[in-house]
Each structure stands twice: as structure tokens, then as C-alpha cells.
């Protein structure tokens, strides 16, 4: 386990690091209200697609014990109503949308007075933080035995622990591999514009002893060009059913340059990342960001005041992806076929 936690739920409350301030400061968020957690959200105090499920079903969670009320329709109406706010934070990452419906889901089965909804909701929301971490172990297990001993891996941004549960996706698969007593070195993307290579992989896997060389984006061809890149190891926001990926924005780019070179190209991600509801990766939102990342880096402007486009996702069409690494089984081509069986 890593030796920080990306989110607790602590005295009625919801704790986080925040992930603005790394790697400069490590401090830790307190979010008293559901809209402390929609906010969180929204300004990436925490972000992950995985880390993002479980920050709004406690979001859910803190919002629904809040309510004062002793009338069992208000009381669901209210709940709802908190859903929406932290359903509208970010549209990529279908994490958010699955523990959301997750978490109504606990609320409608439910037959008892409010004090008890409101225990069993706070209990469900634990839950699926322990679950995730469980499943990011098995994510690293399975994905481990892709990892060839004395590998160079690249990953771009961070499905670390940090943008999960805790353990990461990808990072998961790298801590499997370094578990499993591989020797292991990992190259990271800085990850423009929001730096979440340089400023969040760098540091948890320097903080784990676990080798890390920092390289900007634009080095990626070149650095795979020389050989120098045995395997790339990256997560999701959400897989297409025919196993199309959204992923932090220069992903596709990297699916490119890594088929034209052969090496093996592997997203890492839990089954409640794959959208079974989108047919392919056109039906995926993207979410366009402030363009103030683009214009300024870490407060200094760094850029006339030009038109600008920021979308922080892009899609890598399937057949880009070598396989596909979730917590039951690899999958690989044809896409549509394995992923369906992992719901069987
Ligand atoms: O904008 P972010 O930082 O939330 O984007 C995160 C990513 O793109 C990750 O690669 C993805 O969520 C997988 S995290 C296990």
C-alpha cells in the first residue's frame, strides 16, 4: 500500500489529499458538505477516474446525513437532489456515474427509518473505497505477468494511488511487477497542461522507491525511436464497448507512436470503467477544461491571449490497444466478446 490515502471518511467527514499542492506541499482537504466534495471534484483536489467514483458516492453519503428531515419522500428527494450536483463535476470518468447509481441504488432498496438509509449509505460508500483498493491488487496481479523482468515502462498521467482508491491502475500493474520481484523502471509523462506525470506519478512512485525518469510529452517518439520503451501502461476514464479508450488527453497519440514502433500498448482498468451503454468511443464525452491550464503554468502566464482549446481527454481507437487489464482477466482482440464475458 502506499504509504499516503488519496480519501477517507473520518468523523462525518470526507478527507483527501490534495492534489492541487503536490508535490510541493503534502495537505490534506476536509470537506464538511457534499458541495465541499462537488468542489474537490471540479478543481481536482482529487481526480482519477476511480478516485472520482468514490469521492462522490462519500459525497452522496455527507450530503444525505445532513438532511433533516423525518418524511421519507423529502428525504429521497433531497438525495437525488445532491446526486445531480456532484453527477455534473466532470462528464468523462463514467466512474462517477456508476457509483452514483450505485449508491441510489443502495437508497431505493432501502425499507427502514432515515437514521438507518443514512448509516447504510456511509457504509456503502466505505465500501466501495475497500473494494477498489481490492480490485486495483488484482488489477497489479493480473497485469504483472505482461511485465517482462528488466522492463522500461511508460505511463502517461497518473492511475496511481492517488487517482484511485489507493495502489492505481496502471501504477498498480507496475507495483505488481516490482511486488512480484521484477526490476522495473518507469518513464512518466509530464502531462500537459495539468502535470499530473510530473507534479503525481513522479511523486508517488519516488515516495514508493520505485524508479521513475520524468520526460516531457513531446519526447515520446523520439525516446521510442531509440528503443529505449519496452511497454506502455496507462488507465482509463471510460472504455467503449468495442473497447475504444478515453484517457487523459495525448493518449492517442502515444497508441500511435507505440504501434508504429511494436511495442505492447495496455490499458489497465476496473470493469466499472467500461461503458456498456456506449457503443464506441464517438459516444464518449469530452470534457473541455478552463483554458487557463493551457495559457499559464502553475499561476504564470505563459501565453499571449490567443484563442486556445483544452480538451482533457482524447480516444484511442481498439485497435491501438494491445489488451486490456481489469481485476477478473487480460482482454484482448476481439474487444467486444471479452468485455462482455467479464459481466457474465
Ligand atoms: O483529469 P484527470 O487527472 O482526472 O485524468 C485522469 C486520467 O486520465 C487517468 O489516466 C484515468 O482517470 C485513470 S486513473 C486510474
Redesign the pocket.
Known amino acids: 500500500m502506499s504509504s499516503f490515502k488519496t480519501i477517507e471518511w473520518k468523523d462525518n467527514r470526507v478527507i483527501m489529499i490534495d492534489q492541487t499542492k503536490l508535490p510541493n506541499e503534502e495537505v490534506y482537504f476536509q470537506c464538511q458538505t457534499y458541495e465541499d466534495v462537488a468542489d474537490a471534484i471540479k478543481r481536482?483536489v482529487i481526480?482519477?477516474?476511480?478516485?472520482?467514483g468514490v469521492a462522490a458516492a462519500m459525497g452522496i453519503a455527507l450530503g444525505a446525513i445532513k438532511i433533516e428531515t423525518s418524511d421519507r419522500d423529502i428525504f429521497f428527494g433531497e438525495v437525488h437532489k445532491i446526486t445531480d450536483v456532484l453527477l455534473a463535476t466532470?462528464p468523462t470518468?463514467v466512474n462517477l456515474f456508476w457509483a452514483a447509481k450505485r449508491m441510489l441504488r443502495v437508497l431505493n432498496e432501502q425499507q427502514g427509518d432515515i437514521e438507518g438509509i443514512k448509516r447504510r449509505l456511509v457504509l456503502e460508500a466505505n465500501n466501495i473505497l475497500l473494494e477498489d483498493i481490492e480490485i486495483c491488487r488484482n488489477i497489479g496481479r493480473v497485469g504483472a505477468e505482461l511485465i517482462e523482468d528488466n522492463s522500461v515502462v511508460l505511463t502517461?498521467?497518473?492511475?496511481?494511488a492517488l487517482?484511485?482508491g489507493g495502489y492505481?491502475?496502471?501504477l498498480g500493474v507496475i507495483r505488481g511487477a516490482v511486488e512480484a520481484g521484477k526490476n522495473i523502471k518507469v518513464l512518466a509523462t509530464e502531462t500537459r497542461p495539468?502535470l499530473?506525470g510530473a507534479r503525481l506519478t513522479a511523486w508517488e512512485l519516488d515516495k514508493d522507491g520505485i524508479s521513475v525518469s520524468l520526460i516531457t510529452d513531446n519526447m515520446v517518439g523520439h525516446i521510442m525511436s531509440r528503443g529505449m520503451v519496452d511497454a506502455v501502461v496507462?488507465?482509463?476514464?471510460r472504455i467503449a464497448k468495442n473497447g475504444d479508450v478515453a484517457?487523459?488527453i495525448g493518449t492517442y497519440s502515444i497508441s500511435v507512436l507505440a504501434k508504429s514502433h511494436g511495442i505492447p500498448f495496455y490499458v489497465a482498468?476496473p470493469i466499472s470503467t467500461i461503458d456498456y451503454d456506449c457503443p464506441d468511443g464517438n459516444s464518449i464525452p469530452i470534457e473541455e477544461r478552463n483554458i487557463n491550464e493551457v495559457t499559464h503554468i502553475l499561476g504564470n502566464r505563459i501565453a499571449p491571449d490567443v484563442n486556445v482549446y483544452n480538451p482533457?481527454?482524447d480516444i484511442t481507437p481498439s485497435e491501438n490497444v494491445s489488451s486490456i487489464i481489469t481485476e477478473k482477466a487480460v482482454v484482448g482482440e476481439p474487444f467486444t466478446e471479452g468485455l462482455s464475458e467479464l459481466i457474465k
Open positions: 481536482m481526480r482519477g477516474a476511480p478516485a472520482i466532470r470518468a502517461h498521467c497518473n492511475a496511481g487517482a484511485t492505481g491502475t496502471a495539468f499530473q496507462l488507465g482509463a476514464d484517457n487523459k482498468a482533457a481527454f
